[in-house]
Nanobody, 115 residues
Framework: QVQLVESGGGLVQPGGSLRLSCAASGSIFRINAMGWYRQAPGKQRESVAIIDSGEFTAYADSVKGRFTISRDNAKNTVYLQMNSLAPEDTAVYYC?????????WGKGTLVTVSS
């Protein structure tokens, strides 16, 4: 089993920045892709950004140019730097990891963008 723990969420004003972290622990074999997803109230969960073991990245159109995903393989940690935040970015952000074909989710961290 792999546990994922997110941190870094909170309340930020429009135009502000936050950095989310997600640390993986437990019986890790080899983590391949890691990613961030989000779910806003009343909406389905959506992909925000992913990064694979070769550090290839992909982003949702809505966050391109504002969010940056990165990872530290030595720490089994993935980060999401979020800049120019807008109210529509308000959501619970979830970390996801693929470890040897098994898919794991964190419990989420709330990001609220409001003045």
């Amino acid at each position: 089993q792999v546990q994922l723990v997110e941190s870094g969420g909170g309340l930020v004003q429009p135009g502000g920045s936050l950095r989310l972290s997600c640390a993986a622990s437990g019986s890790i074999f080899r983590i391949n892709a890691m990613g961030w997803y989000r779910q806003a109230p009343g909406k389905q969960r959506e992909s925000v950004a992913i990064i694979d073991s070769g550090e290839f990245t992909a982003y949702a159109d809505s966050v391109k140019g504002r969010f940056t995903i990165s990872r530290d393989n030595a720490k089994n940690t993935v980060y999401l730097q979020m800049n120019s935040l807008a109210p529509e970015d308000t959501a619970v952000y979830y970390c996801n990891a693929d470890d040897a074909g098994m898919n794991y989710w964190g419990k989420g961290t709330l990001v609220t963008v409001s003045s």
